[in-house]
C-alpha cells in the first residue's frame, strides 16, 4: 500500500507540470512577446571606402545608429553602380548622389534630398601645369575625360563659352595616369583626393573650378526616394539624425576616424591620403560656421537656375517635394528674443567692421595695384616660382631679357625653358638654399632666351608666404642681364694673365739673355786675349784651340738670335697652311755641319732616304727644328757615343724627322714640361736657353704636325716630328 500511494503522488504531480506548461504554451500563442529587433537598411556610397564618408562610418562606431533602431551596411560604389539607380531600383534604402538629383527628380524619379553634406562641390577640371593649356578655350581639339554624373562641369563649361564638342570627350579610367602620361589634356577630379597623388609625386597641376564663374554647387547629398518617406516617416528622420550627428563627430575626431577607416575598411587610401582629404573636406564643410546637413531652398533654386541656363532644366523650375522638411520643434520664443537681440549687437558690430575693412580693402587693392605696376615696370627681370621651380608670375623685363611673353611662360618650369642644362645641378642646389636658410641668395649662372641664344645673367633670390597659405613657400628671383659686363670682365681677366704672362716671361727673357750673352762674350774676351798674347810673344800653339772657342761662341750666338728671331716670326706670322719644295739634303747637312762645329769632338750619323727634295714647310723653320733638336741631343748625351738623325718623305708625301742620342733618361712625367717655354733641365754638364725645344714645339703645332718623345735608359732617347701630308699641286701653289 505504501508503495502504491507514492506512486500515485508522484503520478499526481507530473500530470501538474504537464498541465502548466500548456497553459503557458497556449498564452504565449494567443499573446506573442515581440523581440526588440533593429530595422535593417542599405547606404549606396558614392566610390570606395575613404574620408568621404567619415560621419557614416562614426554614425556605426558611437552607436548612434543603434540608439535609434537601425542596422546600417554600407555599400561602396563602383563605376558600374550608380547610386541613384541603385536607391530606385531598391537594393538600398538610401544613397550620396551630387546635383544631378535635381535632373532626375525633374525626369520624374522620386528622389528626396534629406540633407547636404558638402557646402561646396569638390568637382573640378584637373590638368598638368606641363600641358599648353591657360585657359578653358585652349582644349579646343584636345582629349578630356569626364566621369558620368558631373553635369555641373558641362555648365560651367558653358558659361566659360566653351561647347563641349570643340574637345573630344572620352571614357573616365576613374585614376590620373593617362592624365600623367600625356595623354589627356583635363579630366574630371575631387579636389579632395586626385591631388594628393600630382603633389606627392610632385607633379605640377592647374585646377579649374566652376566655383570660379559663380558655379557654386551643393556635394555629397543624402537621399532617399519619396516611396521610402511616406511608408518609413520615422526610420528616415531617425537614419537622418543619427547620419549627421555621426558627421559632427567625424569632423571633431578626424585622427581617430582615420584610425578606424585604415583598421575597418578596405580602402585604398594612405594614412597621409586620408589626412590630406579630411583638410580639404573641411575647407568645403566649414563645419566651424555651418552645422552639417544644413541646406537653403534659395541655393537649391540656384543651381536649378544654372541647369536652365544650359537647356537641361525648364525655367522656373519647381522644387516642391524634392528637399526634405524635418518636424518643426516647439518654439521657444523667449529664447529666440534673447538671440535676437544678441544677433541685433552683432549685427551692429559687424556692420561697423564691415565698413572698417571695406575702407582697408580700397586701400589695399590701390597697394595691390601700385605694387603690380612696380612689378611690371622693375627693370630687372621679376619672376615668382614654387619650391619645384614652376613660374607663378613673370614681369615685362623678364619677356625684354629672356624674350618669353607672359602669357606662354607662366605654368613651365624654369628648368625647362630659361636654365642652362649644365646649370642644372646648381641652381637647385641654390632654390634649396633659399628656402632653407630663409635668406637672400646671390648668384650668377648662364641662362637660355627662347630662341636658344646663350646669356650670362646675375640672381638674387629670396622666399615668402603666400597669405592664402602660411605654409605655401615662393621664391623670388631677381635676374639682371650681365652678358656684356661677364664678357668685359673676362676680357679684362685674359689681359691681366696675359700681361701677367708676358711680365714673367720678360724677366725670364732679361735673365736668359744675361746669361747667353755674357758666356759666349766672355769665351771670345778670354780667347782674344790668349791670341793678343800669342801674337805679342810670337808663340802660336794656343792660337787654333783658341779659334775653335771663339767660332764655337759665335756659332751659340748664332743659334740663340736665331731662337729668338723665329720665336718672333711664330708670333706674328701663320705658317699652317705654307709647303715648298725643300732641299732637305742640304739643310740636314747644314745643320749637322754647324752642329760638329759646335762639338768638333762628336759624332752625327746621317740617314736620309727618297728624293733629294721633298715637300714640307718654310726651310728657314725646319733648320731651327733640325739645329735645336741635334743640340739638344748633342748636350744631354753620353760622352763619346753618337747621335743620329734620320729625315724621310713617307709615301703619303709626309715629313717623318727622327734625332736620337744616348743620355740620361727623360722621366715620362717631363715628356710635357721640356717643351714648356724658359725650360731648362737641372744637369751640371747642360746649359742652354729653354728656348731649343719650345720652338720644336711651336713650329710643329703651327703645321698641324705631331711630336713624339720616347726615352730609356737603354734604349736612349728618341724625338720624334712627323709634319702631316700634303699634295705636289698643294705646295706648287704655295712656291
Same mark, same amino acid.
Given at each position: 500500500m505504501f508503495v502504491f500511494s507514492l506512486s500515485s503522488a508522484k503520478r499526481s504531480k507530473t500530470k501538474k507540470i504537464m498541465l502548466t506548461g500548456v497553459l503557458i504554451a497556449m498564452v504565449m500563442a494567443i499573446f506573442p512577446v515581440e523581440a526588440e529587433v533593429n530595422s535593417v537598411v542599405r547606404l549606396q556610397l558614392k566610390w570606395e571606402h575613404q574620408f568621404q564618408f567619415a560621419g557614416y562610418y562614426a554614425a556605426i562606431e558611437q552607436g548612434y545608429y543603434d540608439e535609434a533602431g537601425i542596422q546600417v551596411e554600407l555599400i561602396p560604389a563602383s563605376p558600374e553602380r550608380e547610386p541613384v539607380t541603385e536607391v530606385l531600383q531598391g537594393r538600398a534604402e538610401f544613397g550620396v548622389g551630387n546635383s544631378e538629383l535635381l535632373l532626375h527628380f525633374y525626369q520624374g524619379d522620386p528622389v528626396v534630398v534629406l540633407a547636404v553634406i558638402f557646402q561646396h562641390s569638390p568637382l573640378i577640371l584637373l590638368s598638368r601645369t606641363e600641358n599648353p593649356l591657360q585657359t578653358l578655350h585652349d582644349l579646343d581639339g584636345q582629349r578630356v575625360a569626364i566621369e558620368p554624373g558631373t553635369a555641373e562641369l558641362f555648365a560651367y563649361l558653358k558659361r566659360e563659352g566653351v561647347n563641349p564638342t570643340q574637345f573630344d570627350v572620352v571614357q573616365h579610367a576613374y585614376h590620373l595616369q593617362p592624365l600623367i602620361d600625356g595623354e589627356l589634356a583635363a579630366q574630371s577630379a575631387y579636389s579632395t583626393t586626385e591631388t594628393f597623388e600630382l603633389e606627392s609625386r610632385r607633379i605640377g597641376y592647374q585646377i579649374y573650378s566652376p566655383r570660379s564663374v559663380g558655379i557654386d554647387f551643393y556635394g555629397d547629398n543624402l537621399f532617399t526616394t519619396q516611396t521610402m518617406l511616406d511608408e518609413e516617416p520615422d526610420l528616415v528622420e531617425n537614419f537622418r539624425k543619427a547620419s549627421l550627428r555621426g558627421w559632427f563627430y567625424a569632423m571633431d575626431h578626424p585622427e581617430e576616424i582615420i584610425e578606424l577607416i585604415l583598421e575597418k575598411y578596405p580602402t585604398s587610401r594612405s594614412r597621409e591620403a586620408l589626412h590630406y582629404e579630411a583638410e580639404k573636406m573641411h575647407q568645403l564643410m566649414r563645419?566651424?560656421?555651418?552645422?552639417?546637413?544644413?541646406?537653403?531652398?534659395?541655393?537649391?533654386?540656384?543651381?536649378?537656375?544654372?541647369?536652365?541656363?544650359?537647356?537641361?532644366?525648364?525655367?522656373?523650375?519647381?522644387?516642391?517635394?524634392?528637399?526634405?522638411?524635418?518636424?518643426?520643434?516647439?518654439? #521657444?520664443?523667449?529664447? %529666440?528674443?534673447?538671440?535676437?537681440?544678441?544677433?541685433?549687437?552683432? @549685427? /551692429? !558690430?559687424?556692420?561697423? $567692421?564691415?565698413?572698417?575693412?571695406?575702407?582697408?580693402?580700397?586701400?589695399?587693392?590701390?597697394?595691390?595695384?601700385?605694387?603690380?605696376?612696380?612689378?611690371?615696370?622693375?627693370?630687372?627681370?621679376?619672376?615668382?616660382?614654387?619650391?619645384?621651380?614652376?613660374?607663378?608670375?613673370?614681369?615685362?623685363?623678364?619677356?625684354?631679357?629672356?624674350?618669353?611673353?607672359?602669357?606662354?611662360?607662366?605654368?613651365?618650369?624654369?628648368?625647362?625653358?630659361?636654365?642652362?642644362?649644365?646649370?642644372?645641378?646648381?641652381?637647385?642646389?641654390?632654390?634649396?638654399?633659399?628656402?632653407?636658410?630663409?635668406?637672400?641668395?646671390?648668384?650668377?649662372?648662364?641662362?637660355?632666351?627662347?630662341?636658344?641664344?646663350?646669356?650670362?645673367?646675375?640672381?638674387?633670390?629670396?622666399?615668402?608666404?603666400?597669405?592664402?597659405?602660411? #605654409?605655401?613657400?615662393? %621664391?623670388?628671383?631677381?635676374?639682371?642681364?650681365?652678358?656684356?659686363? @661677364? /664678357? !668685359?670682365?673676362?676680357? $679684362?681677366?685674359?689681359?691681366?694673365?696675359?700681361?701677367?704672362?708676358?711680365?714673367?716671361?720678360?724677366?725670364?727673357?732679361?735673365?736668359?739673355?744675361?746669361?747667353?750673352?755674357?758666356?759666349?762674350?766672355?769665351?771670345?774676351?778670354?780667347?782674344?786675349?790668349?791670341?793678343?798674347?800669342?801674337?805679342?810673344?810670337?808663340?802660336?800653339?794656343?792660337?787654333?784651340?783658341?779659334?775653335?772657342?771663339?767660332?764655337?761662341?759665335?756659332?751659340?750666338?748664332?743659334?740663340?738670335?736665331?731662337?729668338?728671331?723665329?720665336?718672333?716670326?711664330?708670333?706674328?706670322v701663320k705658317f699652317s697652311s705654307q709647303r715648298a719644295n725643300i732641299d732637305v739634303q742640304r739643310i740636314v747637312h747644314k745643320s749637322v755641319t754647324a752642329s760638329q762645329d759646335q762639338y768638333p769632338h762628336r759624332y752625327i750619323n746621317i740617314n736620309m732616304t727618297g728624293p733629294r727634295e721633298i715637300i714640307g714647310p718654310d726651310s728657314v723653320l725646319l733648320d731651327v727644328v733640325i739645329t735645336n733638336l741635334l743640340d739638344n741631343a748633342m748636350k744631354y748625351s753620353v760622352p763619346n757615343t753618337a747621335v743620329s738623325i734620320s729625315i724621310e718623305s713617307a709615301v703619303d708625301n709626309s715629313l717623318c724627322l727622327e734625332v736620337h742620342n744616348f743620355g740620361p733618361a727623360i722621366p715620362e712625367k717631363l715628356h710635357e714640361e721640356i717643351f714648356h717655354k724658359y725650360y731648362r733641365a737641372e744637369l751640371e754638364q747642360a746649359s742652354g736657353t729653354g728656348l731649343g725645344l719650345y720652338l720644336v714645339k711651336r713650329i710643329a703645332i703651327s703645321y698641324n704636325a705631331s711630336i713624339q718623345v720616347t726615352s730609356s735608359d737603354e734604349e736612349g732617347t728618341m724625338f720624334r716630328v712627323i709634319f702631316p701630308s700634303v699634295e705636289p699641286s698643294e705646295a706648287n701653289r704655295n712656291e
Open positions: 563645419t566651424d560656421l555651418i552645422e552639417p546637413g544644413h541646406m537653403i531652398t534659395g541655393r537649391w533654386q540656384h543651381m536649378a537656375n544654372v541647369y536652365s541656363e544650359i537647356g537641361m532644366l525648364p525655367e522656373a523650375f519647381s522644387l516642391e517635394g524634392f528637399l526634405y522638411q524635418s518636424e518643426p520643434e516647439q518654439i #521657444d520664443l523667449q529664447a %529666440i528674443y534673447v538671440k535676437l537681440f544678441i544677433a541685433s549687437a552683432l @549685427a /551692429a !558690430i559687424f556692420a561697423f $567692421l564691415t565698413s572698417t575693412l571695406v575702407h582697408f580693402n580700397k586701400r589695399l587693392r590701390k597697394s595691390e595695384q601700385k605694387l603690380r605696376v612696380l612689378f611690371d615696370t622693375a627693370p630687372l627681370a621679376y619672376i615668382v616660382l614654387d619650391q619645384r621651380g614652376y613660374i607663378k608670375e613673370w614681369n615685362n623685363a623678364a619677356s625684354r631679357i629672356f624674350n618669353w611673353p607672359r602669357d606662354e611662360i607662366i605654368g613651365r618650369n624654369t628648368f625647362d625653358t630659361i636654365v642652362n642644362a649644365d646649370d642644372s645641378a646648381a641652381v637647385k642646389q641654390v632654390f634649396e638654399r633659399t628656402v632653407n636658410e630663409h635668406s637672400p641668395v646671390t648668384f650668377m649662372n648662364s641662362n637660355l632666351t627662347r630662341d636658344g641664344k646663350e646669356i650670362t645673367c646675375e640672381w638674387v633670390n629670396t622666399t615668402f608666404n603666400d597669405n592664402s597659405n602660411d #605654409d605655401e613657400v615662393w %621664391i623670388l628671383s631677381i635676374a639682371s642681364d650681365v652678358t656684356e659686363r @661677364a /664678357a !668685359i670682365e673676362k676680357a $679684362l681677366k685674359q689681359a691681366r694673365d696675359q700681361a701677367q704672362e708676358a711680365l714673367s716671361e720678360h724677366k725670364q727673357l732679361i735673365s736668359m739673355l744675361s746669361h747667353e750673352l755674357r758666356s759666349p762674350l766672355a769665351t771670345i774676351a778670354s780667347a782674344n786675349a790668349v791670341i793678343k798674347a800669342a801674337i805679342g810673344q810670337g808663340d802660336f800653339k794656343n792660337t787654333a784651340l783658341m779659334n775653335t772657342r771663339i767660332n764655337s761662341a759665335i756659332q751659340r750666338l748664332r743659334r740663340f738670335l736665331d731662337n729668338l728671331m723665329a720665336d718672333d716670326r711664330l708670333s706674328t
